[in-house]
């Protein structure tokens, strides 16, 4: 049954998004707006792994987004790994970071929120420190002109995607997801029922990182010229979250919804308004909160429609 | 250079004690996150820039006219939203994101309307010529901060440990369902605690100027982590609390800002993760935190 369901969400959400988002620069010229949807799709994704699906709410997501991207530009300016070796150093440092922080699971809500978000803040901090310019250039930020591959990372990009939209599929389909829904309902209920509540709780919590960081070391390499402030931008954490929960979280088409209306208004109103597009969110978080705390999903769930 | 980095950190600390105690007072009271405290900070921070532009109005006289107006906004708008908010079944959680929504509204909306430049109040205003305290000399701004902000602190010690009205809103901080049971009215009590936290923030904005460099609409963020910092130091939902751990924090930031400058900028979140882990409760705490 399981098997089944998660071969039909692969089938019919995994495969159209990525194919859509694979062709899609062969029609459409403007290849960086679609990079910021695969992006934004990908994080969103990273969000919803971690707070649909163990309720904690990682406000500083973006530290593992910026770690990531350092790793792999830290990886290409001193190691001179080639670009995609360079990913496999994104994703260590953000899974290194992911470990260091891994204390954090013990604070619990709110208190979990605030110390992620002094974490990322603090990263930033340290990589924009004009002490270690020799290292990380410092806030005089990072040229990678030497790797610019556009097409290549776009296709990296995508391949990231695929396998951030598979480990949710993953999660909604098997134990190890039900196990993290059960742990996020009750802990102690699940610990009773056998579960590993750390061990789960951890996994979740690296996977999350291990995807914002990959798909931080893409963002490098296809930007490949940007300023610390650029990656360690709190926007990314907020939109994250903001198009995970306006979709519904703890769901598979919930984020990806979110991305495709909220990042389009955003492109259509947000780029030459910033402030009246930062309005409309926030009125919609608040309205979100009041009246539709489970995301726009559970709407269509409420009138009988399942949606994965 | 030490006499000096321990008394300016004891003025910063006082004033920070103030930045932070308007986001315990809600905290304790009704365990709501304020997110936006950052945000109402920035409010009367502008609210004093103007007040002083337009008409010329001394800040520490314009602090009267921030109080009755940030308290005559909190108290609906608490009945209007913390009420629905206590209601779910994660307050503490949705609290965190709905006031996230509002700090981007009011945030949107003050640069709509003022604009993203810097604004600043001379230090002039507050006093001519350095004082001389111990031998160090310090601006005249920054005294008078202390001083206002100390009396703050005392005015909020009055209304929770002298009055009728602050010994129910003890009651409501220590056991909600308790206080509703005894008769307490329970919202009455924390829409004023509600709309005196507000209050608190807008004023701790109105010597942000002399305090905390120029004013823009986006300065709220860096307010929150510093006010979490403070509040967590001193332990949260305590809001006496929060004089220690502004105190701890002014002093240490001056130390970092002395010996270790171009790392101070760390402080507040190091301080704020560490002792979230080691110590919970904050150093006064007696009890775990129950979330």
New interface residues.
């Given amino acids: 049954m399981l098997r089944t369901k998660a071969l039909r969400h692969t089938l019919f959400i995994l495969l159209p998004v990525i194919a859509v988002a694979g062709l899609l620069p062969l029609a459409y010229s403007n290849q960086l707006l679609l990079f910021n949807f695969v992006v934004f799709l990908t994080l969103a994704q990273g969000v919803n792994i971690l707070y649909g699906f163990t309720?904690y709410?990682p406000f500083g997501y973006v530290g593992f987004f910026g770690v990531g991207a350092y790793g792999f530009s830290l990886a290409v300016m001193h190691l001179h790994l080639p670009p995609l070796a360079a990913l496999g150093a994104a994703a260590l440092a953000a899974v290194l970071l992911g470990l260091v922080l891994t204390?954090?699971l013990?604070?619990?809500?709110?208190?979990f929120?605030?110390?992620n978000?002094?974490?990322s803040?603090?990263m930033f901090?340290?990589v924009s420190?004009?002490?270690l310019t020799d290292i990380t250039k410092g806030p005089y930020g990072i040229s990678l002109a030497g790797v610019f591959a556009p097409n290549l990372s776009y296709g990296v990009a995508v391949a990231i995607l695929a396998l951030t939209l598979g480990t949710v599929i993953y999660l909604r389909n098997s134990r190890f997801g039900l196990a993290l829904l059960a742990v996020r309902e009750d802990s102690v209920t699940a610990a009773m029922a056998g579960i590993d509540v750390v061990r789960t709780r951890t996994l979740a919590w690296q996977l999350s990182a291990l995807v914002a960081g990959l798909i931080g070391g893409v963002f490098a390499w296809y930007v490949s010229v940007f300023y610390p402030e650029t990656v360690f931008s709190?926007e990314f954490s907020?939109f994250a979250i903001v198009f995970a929960?306006f979709g519904g979280v703890a769901t598979i088409t919930g984020p990806i919804l979110g991305v495709v209306v909220l990042y389009g208004i955003y492109n259509a109103i947000g780029i030459s308004t910033p402030?009246?597009f930062?309005?409309i969110?926030?009125?919609?978080?608040?309205g979100?909160?009041?009246f539709l705390?489970n995301g726009v999903v559970s709407l269509f769930r409420r009138w009988g429609i399942d949606v994965p | 250079m030490l006499a000096y980095a321990i008394l300016a950190g004891l003025i910063f600390g006082l004033y920070f004690s103030l930045v932070g105690l308007g986001l315990n007072l809600v905290f304790g009271v009704m365990r709501i996150v304020n997110l936006a405290h950052g945000d109402v900070l920035m409010l009367g921070a502008f609210a004093a820039f103007w007040l002083f532009k337009l008409f010329g109005l001394h800040p520490v006289l314009s602090i009267f006219a921030v109080f009755a107006v940030f308290v005559a906004v909190g108290w609906p708008l608490y009945y209007l939203v913390v009420p629905r908010l206590l209601r779910a079944k994660d307050p503490e959680m949705l609290s965190i994101i709905f006031f996230f929504g509002l700090s981007q509204v009011i945030v949107a909306l003050a640069s709509i309307a003022f604009g993203s430049s810097e604004r600043s109040i001379p230090g002039r205003v507050l006093g001519s010529g350095p004082y001389q305290i111990l031998g160090q000399s310090f601006p005249a701004a920054w005294v008078v901060t202390g001083g206002v902000s100390a009396l703050a602190v005392a005015f909020v010690y009055l209304y929770l440990y002298r009055t009728r009205l602050g010994y129910v809103t003890r009651a409501v901080m220590v056991h909600r369902e308790e206080a509703l049971a005894t008769g307490i009215d329970v919202h009455r009590v924390s829409a004023i605690a509600f709309g005196i936290g507000l209050a608190l923030s807008g004023i701790a904005g109105v010597f942000a100027p002399f305090m905390l460099g120029s004013v823009t609409p986006a300065m709220g963020v860096d307010i929150n982590i510093t006010s979490f910092a403070v509040i967590v130091v001193g332990s949260l939902g305590n809001p006496l609390g929060t004089v220690l751990g502004g105190i701890a924090y002014g002093i240490s930031l001056m130390f970092m800002q002395t010996y270790f400058s171009s790392w101070a900028n760390l402080l507040p979140y190091l301080l704020l993760i560490t002792i979230l882990l080691v110590r919970p409760s904050g150093l006064l705490g007696r009890k775990v935190r129950s979330a």
Avoid: K, T
Wanted: hydrophobic content about 55%; proline content about 10%.
């Fill in positions: 309720g709410l204390p954090l013990r604070l619990s809500g709110a208190y929120a605030i110390a978000l002094a974490a803040q603090a901090q340290v420190n004009p002490n709190p907020i929960l402030q009246y930062q309005l969110y926030g009125a919609l978080i608040m979100l909160v009041l705390p």
